[in-house]
């Protein structure tokens, strides 16, 4: 009985004081944008690795590079003279994002993450569908008015077992994804990682 204690402590506890940990994740987005009218989320890949340096048994440091592929979808349709027209439009936002997060470990392999994530965009395009009475075509054709740079307040929970690591956040955008319009990034993010001491 006591060896079985002993297991399944050694399963949900993180890593000693000191340890320097690597984590390569994968996981799913559910981005849109805010202040705009009638959008959907667009689903996304997340993937990448976070580095983990475990100051206490209470709080670690980590710090990321995560490609990300973010924006939002919109679906119009509207009747002209009699006509139906329907339009869908997808804004992908892809980024190389860099989460810095202080993780609090509440109780043995559950943590509150706080932290910044200043990101880099690597592409910007919009791809537009549009059909009238039943024929339509698409097209898609890079934004140029997307911002270079963002920034995002990361929080979020993370639980870990036997070294892998579930992990949701939420992304609040700080900064504006266009130069010239209000809308920032509200991106929810859910991964999966694994934990390798170094």
């Known amino acids: 009985m006591a060896s079985l204690m002993m297991l ?18 994968v996981g799913l987005n559910v981005a849109n944008l805010s202040d705009l009218d009638n959008t ?4 996304g890949v997340v993937v990448g ?10 709080l670690s ?10 924006g939002c979808k919109s679906d119009n349709g509207i009747s002209l003279f009699g006509v139906d027209v329907n339009t869908k439009t997808t804004t992908k936002t892809d980024y190389l994002n860099i989460p810095l997060m202080l993780n609090v470990y509440v109780t043995k392999g559950l943590a509150v993450k706080l932290g910044l994530q200043p990101g880099m965009n690597l592409s910007a395009k919009s791809k537009f569908s549009g059909s009238v ?10 934004i140029d008015s997307v911002q270079s740079f963002d920034l995002s307040l990361p929080i979020g929970l993370s639980y870990e077992i036997s070294n892998f690591v579930i992990d949701g956040r939420y992304n609040f955008g700080l900064t504006k ?3 010239n319009a209000a809308p920032k990034h509200s991106v929810f993010q859910f991964t999966l990682g694994y934990k390798f001491a170094m």
């Not at 959907?40 to 689903?43: F, G, S, T």
């Not at 690795?49 to 209470?58: G, H, K, P």
């Open 8 to 25: 399944s402590l050694g399963a949900f506890a993180q890593f000693a004081p000191g340890t320097l940990s690597i984590q390569p994740k």
């Open 133 to 142: 009475a039943g024929y339509g075509g698409e097209s898609e054709g890079d």
């Open 61 to 70: 440091l980590s710090a990321g590079a995560l490609y990300s592929m973010q």
């Open 40 to 43: 959907d989320p667009r689903l």
């Open 177 to 179: 994804v266009f130069e």
């Open 49 to 58: 690795a976070e580095l983990e340096y475990q100051l206490t048994d209470l």
